[in-house]
């Protein structure tokens, strides 16, 4: 079982830049792969970045390529998005998710987040 906690939206220039940060509960988290998705409003959610329970692997949707990070601290039982040269199509609110099942390209997640905001200003 794992629970996770986003924290870091708000409220940003377009150009800015934003880093959320998930925490997880449980002894488990490096076994877990991690996920941050998004949904605006009126639209489907969809897969934003994903990183391996090590680390190593990680891949991104297009829109996001070159602008964004994700990557995982496990020892602080933590993942972080790192968001640069935000875009008004950004904003929605973001949700972490943790599985352990299929790999990072397809991977089923169990476990989600509240979701944070963000909202990139024009």
């Known amino acids: 079982q794992v629970q996770l906690v986003e924290s870091g939206g708000g409220l940003v220039q377009a150009g800015g830049s934003l880093r959320v940060s998930c925490a997880a509960s449980?002894?488990?988290?490096?076994?877990?792969?991690m996920g941050w998705f998004r949904q605006a409003p009126g639209k489907a959610r969809e897969l934003v970045a994903a990183?391996?329970?090590?680390?190593?692997?990680?891949v991104y949707a297009d829109s996001v390529k070159g602008r964004f990070t994700i990557s995982r601290d496990n020892a602080k039982n933590t993942v972080y998005l790192q968001m640069n040269s935000l875009k008004p199509e950004d904003t929605a609110v973001y949700y972490c998710?943790?599985?352990?099942?299929?790999?990072?390209?397809?991977?089923?997640?169990?476990?989600w987040g509240q979701g944070t905001q963000v909202t990139v200003s024009s």
């Open positions: 990183i391996s329970w090590s680390g190593s692997r990680t």
């Open positions: 998710a943790a599985g352990t099942s299929g790999s990072v390209y397809n991977r089923r997640y169990d476990y």
């Open positions: 449980g002894r488990t988290f490096s076994s877990y792969g």
